[in-house]
């Protein structure tokens, strides 16, 4: 059952945490959350794994992470990108930011570029609207963001 990508470690630890939940056919959510911090996605077999020491149906496992966009099961660059594209920066210019970001990376929203450092992706709203539009790499938030700071904020990243 196990993926390339993915170790018997992470397998190991994956378990351990779904192990130590009392009300397992609740912990769907939990343990994705847990197994996508863990693996970076969440490949099918890692679906199965969970479904499996769930007790829940593969398929159901499937659903939630198709449903809620923040899962994902294609591995993520190094340096995960996001863009809101929710309505405050959406009309402060967020699909500027993204044109400049496919431009300067050589990717499209969705992707991770083939040296897998960097992966592009739109949010629907990360609630930082006062700041509009916002980027985040890895979590960091950078605000009232324009086509020119993209060079800048890539450079913080560039190894």
Request: hydrophobic share 40%.
């Amino acid at each position: 059952m196990e993926n390339n990508l993915i170790s018997k470690e992470m397998y190991d630890e994956l378990e351990q945490f779904i192990d130590a939940i009392p009300n397992k056919k609740d912990a769907v959510i939990a343990s994705l959350h847990k197994a996508q911090e863990i693996c970076g996605y969440l490949p099918r077999e890692v679906q199965e794994f969970i479904a499996e020491k769930l007790g829940v149906s593969a398929t159901d496992v499937y659903g939630v992470v198709t449903f809620y966009s923040y899962f994902t099961q294609t591995p993520k660059g190094k340096y995960a990108i996001n863009v809101c594209l929710g309505t405050a920066c959406f009309v402060r210019g967020a699909d500027k930011i993204v044109t400049e970001l496919e431009k300067k990376l050589g990717i499209h929203v969705g992707e991770t570029s083939e040296d897998g450092m960097f992966s592009l992706d739109g949010l629907r709203c990360v609630g930082a609207c006062g700041l509009a539009p916002v980027v985040m790499v890895n979590g960091k938030v950078y605000g009232k963001i324009q086509p020119k700071d993209v060079k800048k904020i890539l450079a913080n990243y560039n190894e």
